[in-house]
């Protein structure tokens, strides 16, 4: 008889790539863009990244079925804004939550599920860097990641 293990590691979803992009715009605003520049369909997807700190994470996403890629377009902070009204001031504090917290600095990602060429993601960060609302935006080394766990979904 023979015997099959499992490793924890079969279980992981690595097979993505995870662009970094850096800019003030909102998500739908980033999103248009994309699909202006970048050729994709990106969409408003039906579910957000929710987690228990009451954090809600934006994701917008496009099935390209030609290719057999799927992408994610997901934001990286939550901002939460709290009101203490006392009798004569009333102060709001603002907390930010972040999905992938050594990654303060990136506004979002964009998830390639798929095996894209290196070539295909070359070419996507340079488009992207076009767009001049757009600060910056590069690769992410996915095993440099501590939280890589919440963009398993």
């Known amino acids: 008889m023979q015997v099959y293990s499992l490793d924890i590691d ?13 800019t003030a715009l909102e998500d739908f605003k980033l999103a248009y863009l994309l699909n202006k520049n970048l050729d994709t369909h990106f969409s408003k997807a039906t579910y957000s990244l929710d987690f228990e700190s009451n954090a ?4 917008y996403n496009d099935v390209n079925e030609e290719y057999g890629f799927e992408w994610y377009l997901i934001s990286n902070s939550f901002t939460e804004e709290r009101i203490n009204a006392s009798d004569t001031i009333v102060l709001a504090t603002e907390t930010k939550t972040y999905l992938i917290p050594e990654k303060k600095k990136v506004d979002y990602f964009i998830k ?9 993601i070359y070419k996507t960060v340079n488009q992207i860097k076009q767009i001049t609302q757009i600060v910056t935006s590069y690769t992410v080394e996915i095993d440099s990641l501590k939280s ?4 398993i979904f």
Do not use: A, C, M, R
Request: glycine share 6%; charged share 20%; proline share 3%.
């Open 10 to 22: 079969d279980f992981n979803e690595d097979n993505y790539t995870l662009i970094g992009i850096h």
């Open 56 to 59: 809600s994470f934006s994701v």
């Open 112 to 120: 390639i599920v798929g095996e894209p060429t290196q070539e295909t």
């Open 148 to 151: 890589k766990q919440f963009l």
